[in-house]
């Protein structure tokens, strides 16, 4: 790094060198040394920063005018010319674009007005050099300013790029356990009711009964398990998959062929608690055939969880209410149970941050509270959620 700190003072040294032999210039005497030094003194500081190398070379200019004003030789404007553009060019390179067009405007006027001053032949000729040589210079360095500027502002833009992909992998991550947790967690739940229930019950055919169910639980897990794993290795899907719904927008235009499979996960539910010892009440309203794609896969899922919550948190002695109701303007899937006074399984709570999210993207809602002794959980959203979910990610209505 010195080595490079000091090429401007080597570079003076070597321009100076031919002016120590020149006769025009007293060296005997301290107005000599200044005469001969004050040209190359922008050179020395420049290698302490562009700031003082541009400063010092107005300096110089200046004086070298000052000098041409009181009847002092032309020698010293020759000398000035070389030195200048380099100040110049590693000056408008290095500093702000705007500080760089400055020095270069301030030393054409004072390079300019050396003939006025003295309009001697070579100081005219020195003077037109010397112009044309900033203008050159200062346009190079200007350019290669503002290359060094887009290069710079490429490597943010890919930082930045960078760290947006980081972000969308761990919001995906953050998906994928959700997907993980809607898959497993209902499923996983029934087995380890049905198994607690079978080491209480001394009946065989109920306990074959039970075990029956626990099979069924375990191959629909793994059935699950199969799908997303065949989603994520298609690296050709489009989107357009059950799994994607929640970040696709769907027009709600009438009828929709997908609402069977919406009441046939309602009634797999059902049966599920059933199963499990729970008497469950399930009650659909409205057509449900009307609520749009996006937003029958987000109660889908929402189903399997409030399913999943009565198996952890209700007593199984009383009624659940699982009720599907389809309005005007919204749709709302809720659960109605006596909540369990001992100690449930254990909850990670995801089932709620999956809720509590899809509600978020979609505009709607999330209810969760104690009703005169009866745990209400309700998930209810806009039929219109498809529009709101196209404005939050920012289209035109």
Request: a negative charge; glycine letters at 8%; proline letters at 5%.
């Amino acid at each position: 790094v010195w080595s490079t700190t000091a090429l401007p003072g080597v570079a003076g040294v070597i321009l100076m060198a031919p002016d120590l032999a020149a006769p025009e210039i007293d060296r005997s005497t301290l107005a000599g040394w200044a005469q001969l030094l004050t040209p190359y003194l922008p050179l020395v500081a420049l290698m302490f920063g562009a700031v003082p190398g541009a400063i010092t070379l107005l300096f110089s200019m200046a004086m070298l005018l000052i000098h041409l004003a009181t009847a002092g030789g032309a020698y010293n404007v020759a000398q000035l010319p070389f030195p200048a553009i380099i100040v110049i060019a590693l000056s408008t390179y290095l500093l702000p674009r705007r500080i760089g067009l400055a020095l270069a405007s301030a030393a054409t006027v004072l390079g300019a007005m050396a003939p006025l001053v003295r309009p001697d032949p070579l100081v005219v000729s020195t003077s037109i050099l010397e112009i044309v040589l900033i203008a050159l210079f200062s346009g190079v360095g200007l350019a290669l300013n503002a290359y060094s500027q887009r290069h710079a502002q490429s490597i943010r833009t890919i930082e930045a790029l960078e760290a947006h992909q980081q972000a969308i992998r761990g919001e995906e991550r953050l998906r994928l356990a959700h997907e993980l947790h809607d898959i497993i967690a209902h499923d996983v739940t029934i087995i380890t009711m049905q198994a607690r229930r079978a080491a209480l019950i001394d009946d065989p055919a109920k306990t074959a009964q039970i075990i029956e169910g626990i099979g069924e639980s375990a191959q629909q897990a793994l059935n699950d398990l199969r799908g997303l794993v065949l989603l994520l290795k298609d690296d050709s899907a489009d989107g357009n998959t059950e799994n994607d719904d929640l970040l696709e927008s769907a027009d709600r235009s009438g009828e929709t062929t997908g609402a069977a499979g919406l009441i046939h996960d309602v009634d797999s539910i059902t049966d599920a608690l059933t199963r499990a010892g729970f008497a469950v009440a399930l009650i659909v309203e409205g057509e449900v055939g009307m609520v749009p794609a996006n937003l029958r896969q987000a109660i889908r899922r929402t189903v399997r969880e409030l399913g999943t919550n009565v198996l952890k948190h209700a007593v199984p002695s009383q009624p659940v209410i699982l009720k599907l109701v389809v309005g005007d303007d919204r749709v709302s899937v809720s659960t109605l149970n006596k909540p369990a006074t001992t100690k449930p399984i254990s909850s990670s709570l995801t089932g709620i941050e999956a809720m509590r999210a899809r509600s978020d993207w979609l505009g709607g809602e999330v209810t969760s509270e104690l009703q005169d002794g009866l745990w209400f959980s309700e998930f209810s959203l806009p039929l219109d959620g498809a529009h709101m979910l196209k404005l939050r990610n920012g289209d035109t209505p």
